[in-house]
């Protein structure tokens, strides 16, 4: 079956430290990797995306994953965190929109990162 | 660019009504629009998939006759809540992607109260 797995449901950092959040999928396909981030109320803005090459990924706002295929994850890391970090962050799965899923996306749970000052 | 908009943005309304979100991308032709649901602190659930001028492909367990979608251009596709009741109280998001672009993305969100 397929399915992502967000093992962490909130984190709490303070602001300055580094962040990993977690990401494991199970997908019988190439997998097509995403992260999301969503500030409350709002819509889903991406961070980054793994398609191919590379397995470490730079996103926006300093963000970058790393795709492990071995261990079947793809976590997001961040050196640095900010206050305005503070969101719901998704991870997600999907197929290439020419291989007939037509791009449907699997989203994890979520996990709910704040930042203490 | 790529941008997806969503109205209206908040709704309220009684049980008993329908109620229609739209979903437009602005500035590209959307072959595909998917809707999604989303209850508060949950992650998003699929609740159909649209391709402009077909019908909406629905996932399991969610009621086609209570969340009709239609995709009439490809820029534009809706979702109306026909009867809605309490239990539809959500955030509803719509996202689109053009064939050739392997990224969904994302409107605003409509949050649905029903009295």
């Known amino acids: 079956a397929q399915s992502v797995t967000q093992p962490d449901i909130h984190i709490t950092v303070s602001e300055g430290a580094s962040l990993e959040l977690r990401c494991n999928y199970s997908?019988?396909?190439?997998?097509?990797l995403f992260w999301y981030v969503q500030s409350p109320g709002q819509g889903l803005q991406l961070l980054l995306k793994?398609?191919?090459?590379?397995?470490l990924v730079q996103g926006i706002k300093g963000f970058e994953a790393e795709f492990k295929r071995s261990q079947s994850s793809f976590n997001l890391r961040k050196p640095s965190v900010h206050w305005s970090d503070a969101a719901e962050y998704f991870c997600?799965?999907?197929?290439?929109?020419?291989?007939?899923?037509?791009?449907?996306?699997?989203f994890g749970q979520g996990t709910e990162l704040s930042v203490k000052p | 660019g790529a941008v997806v908009s969503q109205h209206p943005s908040r709704v309220i309304c009684k049980s008993g009504t329908s109620v229609k979100i739209e979903c437009r991308s602005l500035?590209?032709?959307?072959?595909?629009m998917f809707w999604y649901r989303q209850f508060p602190k949950q992650s998003l659930m699929l609740m159909a998939t649209?391709?402009?001028?077909?019908?909406?492909?629905?996932e399991q367990g969610v009621e086609k006759d209570k969340f009709l979608i239609n995709h009439a251009s490809l820029t534009l596709s809706t979702l109306t809540v026909t009867s809605a009741h309490p239990e539809d109280s959500s955030f509803y998001i719509c996202?689109?992607?053009?064939?050739?672009?392997?990224?969904?993305?994302f409107g605003p969100g409509t949050r649905l109260t029903v009295l």
């Open positions: 500035d590209f032709q959307a072959t595909t």
């Open positions: 649209s391709n402009e001028g077909s019908k909406a492909t629905y």
């Open positions: 997908y019988g396909a190439t997998p097509y």
């Open positions: 996202s689109a992607n053009h064939r050739g672009l392997d990224e969904q993305f």
């Open positions: 997600a799965v999907g197929a290439l929109v020419i291989y007939n899923q037509g791009g449907k996306l699997i």
């Open positions: 793994y398609f191919s090459g590379d397995t």
